[in-house]
């Protein structure tokens, strides 16, 4: 799928709708889905009124090819996205495929929550897997996420048990997989779907992270929709990711929200006030005490940063 289908160059007056599957450097990867040659790859440019009306064409967009010249594969145009992260870019997800180790590098709670609330906000959905279960086992985990009901799977890279569970959740849709460097997101990938034969690579001691294996987004086909390989992080690159205004804070998390409209004052925020239906759930164990500070965590971040920004 990724290699370009340079023999087949489609006619001036022919307009192909497909699916970036790939961005780099300027030149894009894109999946014909329509006319004779649905299926191919193409190798395209980008039009330069995009760079004048401040966007760019990213891996999962959806967008029109025309021929110039008789031999260029031009992105004419980008059609409307129904979802955009900024980092890193990309399109019109149904899914994010949050992956986690349950040993080295171990789960960072905050930063998990961060990337939770960011898809919320972004009407994605979240998919919560812990891999390197045959090291360490996920505790608690599973149990505080599945209660606010994200599907959370547990999957050993080793043995491939539980990863039918993650192939079904995915099925049919747009989904990204995304984690932390060193996570086993891509031999999570290479367990789902072998033939992918993606580049791995062991865990830094000096770091104690992975190295970066994938450098750029890139999506694949597969059972009846797409999945999209994406390049690790580290803890401080999540403020690249998105900003959740504070005025939003309390709706991206989802478990909140049956207590929202409930507080004693009408312009609650959750942190100090007297009467705080939020606060209470947490008491009564309704809400994880671990989610509400990361809660507390987030909104004085956003607090440094005036909504408008």
Not at 124 to 143: H, Q, S
Not at 288 to 294: D, N, P
């Amino acid at each position: 799928m990724n290699d370009f289908s340079e023999v087949i160059i489609i006619s001036s007056f022919d307009v192909i709708e497909g699916i970036i599957t790939k961005a780099v450097g300027g030149f894009y990867s894109v999946e014909a889905l329509n006319g004779v040659c649905a299926g191919a790859t193409l190798k395209c440019v980008a039009r330069g009124i995009f760079r004048t009306q401040n966007i760019s064409p990213a891996a999962g967009d959806i967008v029109s090819v025309e021929c110039e010249n008789g031999k260029d594969h031009v992105i004419s145009k980008i059609h409307e996205r129904r979802s955009f992260l900024v980092r890193p870019p990309i399109a019109n997800l149904d899914r994010i495929v949050f992956v986690n180790s349950t040993a080295e590098p171990a789960v960072n709670r905050f930063v998990l929550d961060k990337l939770i609330a960011i898809a919320d906000s972004k009407g994605i959905e979240p998919v919560i897997v812990f891999t390197k279960i045959d090291l360490r086992e996920a505790g608690e985990l599973p149990e505080i996420y599945g209660k606010i009901g994200i599907p959370v799977c547990t999957v050993n890279n080793l043995t491939g048990e539980g990863a039918d569970i993650v192939r079904e959740l995915i099925r049919g849709k747009t989904s990204a997989f995304v984690g932390n460097s060193g996570v086993g997101k891509s031999s999570l990938l290479n367990v789902l779907y072998p033939e992918l034969e993606l580049e791995t690579a062991h865990i830094s001691k000096k770091l104690g992270r992975g190295r970066h294996t994938t450098r750029s987004v890139e999506f694949y086909k597969k059972d009846g929709g797409y999945i999209a390989d994406t390049p690790g992080f580290s803890t401080v690159d999540t403020e690249r990711y998105c900003r959740i205004p504070k005025s939003e804070m309390d709706f991206a998390f989802r478990e909140f929200r049956p207590f929202l409209g409930k507080c004693e004052f009408s312009n609650c925020v959750h942190v100090k006030e007297r009467g705080c239906a939020v606060k209470a759930a947490v008491v009564n164990c309704d809400i994880a005490r671990s989610r509400y500070e990361s809660y507390l965590r987030m909104f004085e971040e956003a607090g440094r940063i005036n909504d408008w920004e």
